[in-house]
DNA sequence: TTGACAAAGTGTATTAAATACACTATACTC
DNA sequence: GAGTATAGTGTATTTAATACACTTTGTCAA
C-alpha cells in the first residue's frame, strides 16, 4: 500500500550553518531569536520551506532574508528529524552549510526584529533548538571534505596569497602545515592559477596572488585525480 | 519571525537503498509497486514517517515491513525535495542505504501486494518518482565511503576470507586489486582478527576465516586513524 | 594412490610520495 | 640605509604504494 499520503504530521523547515574565515579563525554566523521558543537565544539561520520551492531555494531564500548572504556556495548536510526536536510540534529540518568569505560579503547587522554575528567556532553560545548538534555535524563535514576536495576556496577572497590558502587549511584543520611541502603539493595539482598582480597595502614584501582554476577542477575531476591534501 | 509554523505543505517520507553482495555482484533490493501512481513499477522501499518515530526509526520499521529486513546498517544518505518529484503533492523524502549480507538476510519474496527482488547495480530496471537518481546517490556515496571506511564489513557474513573480502572490494570499486598487496595492507591495518577456523565445503584447499574487529575498530578511530584502501 | 585441479598463501625489489628541515630575497618603514 | 616582516625556495630521508610469480594445500575422480 502506498502510505505517503497519509503523513500529515512532520513539517519541514531548512536550517543553513553559514562558515567564514577571517584573519584569525573559522567563524559561524548566527542570528539572536527574536520569538519564543527560544526567544533571545543565538540558533542558526533557518525557516519553513514554501510549497513552491525545491530545498535548497529554501536555503537560499532564507539566507538572504535573515543575513544578506548571498552567491554562496551551499551544500546539504544532514536531515535532522528527532521527534521532540522542537517543543511545540514535530519538525523535520533539512541542514545546509554554506562557505562565504567575509571580505566581499558585509552580514546585515540586523534583520527585522533580531542580531545576526559571527561567533569564532571555538567560542558558540548555548543555541536554541539541537542547533548545536547541527554545527558540530557541520564542522565534522567541512574538515572532513576539505581534505579531499577543494571547497576551502570558497572561504576565501577570489584572489589570494599562498599563504592565505594556507592559513585556510591550518585554521579549519587546526593543524600546522610546513610552508614548503604545502606550496609544492598545492601548486602540483594545478588547481591554482598564477596571477600577475600581488597583495597592495601590505607593510613587506608583497606576495603573489593566485586564482583558483574551475576549469581545469572540472577536467581534472573527470578523470578521478585526487585533491586530498 | 518565526515561520516554522507555517509550513502545511510539504510531507515526510523515508526511503532506503538496500545493498547486498552475492558471488556475482554488487545488489540492490527493489520492490514493485502494487498501487498508482506508477503502480507496477520497480521502486525503492520507504514509506510515510510516522509522529512519534524518528526518521532513522522510520526508515527501519519500512524496511522491515515491505522487505523482512532488519538489523542491518543503516545510513542517511541525502534528503530529495525537489517540488513535483511525486507527481500527486509535495513530498521531501529523506533517503537511506542499507548493507545487509544476502546470506544471513533472507528477503520476503513478496509483500502484501508486491514483489520483492534484488537486481545487479549494473542491471536495474526504470524506477517510479526520481528513485534513479536516489540510487545512483547512494552507489556514489557507497563507492567513496568504502575506501575510507570500513563498512564493507557489513556486506559480509561475520565470518569471511580475505578473498571474499578482496571480491567485496573489487565489485564494489569495479576494479582490481593485487592479492598480495591488498592482504599486506589489510593485516596491517589490524581490523581483523584471525579465526581458528576455516571454510567448509569447498572443493579445494579452504581459506583462514577472519572476523572484523569491532573494538579495535573504534581504538584506531579515536587515535584519528585512516582507514584508507 | 596418485595425478589433476583449484584456490590459498607468501616476499622482494622498484617507484613514488610524504616528511623534515633553514636560509636567502624582497619590499616597506622609519 | 638599517631594521623588520613576510615571501620564496631545494634536498635528503623516510615511508608507503606498486609491480610481479611461484609454492602449498586440500579435494576429487580415475
Known amino acids: 500500500m502506498d502510505d505517503r499520503i497519509k503523513c500529515k504530521q512532520a513539517h519541514v523547515t531548512v536550517d543553513c550553518v553559514v562558515f567564514g574565515l577571517d584573519e584569525q ?5 548566527l542570528i539572536q531569536r527574536g520569538y519564543e521558543p527560544f526567544k533571545g537565544s543565538w ?16 536555503a537560499l531564500r532564507e539566507l538572504k532574508e535573515e543575513t ?5 556556495f551551499l551544500e546539504q548536510l544532514y536531515t535532522f528529524g528527532d521527534v521532540h526536536r522542537d517543543p511545540r510540534r514535530r519538525i523535520v529540518t533539512v541542514a545546509y552549510y554554506a562557505l562565504v568569505n567575509l571580505r566581499d560579503h558585509t552580514i546585515k547587522a540586523a534583520t527585522d526584529a533580531s542580531n545576526a554575528a559571527w561567533f569564532g567556532v571555538d567560542d558558540i553560545p548555548k543555541l536554541a533548538f539541537d ?14 571534505k576539505v581534505r579531499y576536495e577543494p571547497i576551502g576556496f570558497e572561504l576565501l577572497p577570489e584572489k589570494f596569497t599562498l599563504t592565505q590558502l594556507q592559513r585556510m587549511y591550518e585554521k579549519i584543520l587546526e593543524q600546522d602545515i610546513d610552508k614548503r611541502n604545502f606550496r ?22 608583497a606576495a603573489r596572488l593566485y586564482r583558483f582554476d574551475e576549469k581545469k577542477y572540472r577536467q581534472l575531476r573527470e578523470k578521478g585525480f585526487n585533491f586530498e591534501i
Do not use: C
Open 184 to 205: 609544492k603539493k598545492i601548486l602540483g595539482m594545478e588547481l591554482l592559477k598564477e596571477l600577475d598582480e600581488v597583495q597592495v597595502d601590505v607593510a613587506h614584501r
Open 43 to 58: 540558533a542558526i539561520p533557518g525557516g519553513f520551506v514554501n510549497a513552491d520551492e525545491s530545498l535548497e531555494a529554501a
Open 131 to 144: 542547533h548545536a548538534r547541527i554545527v558540530e555535524t557541520a564542522l565534522r563535514r567541512l574538515r572532513g
Open 25 to 29: 579563525d573559522l567563524k559561524i554566523l
Open 68 to 72: 544578506g548572504v548571498q552567491d554562496v
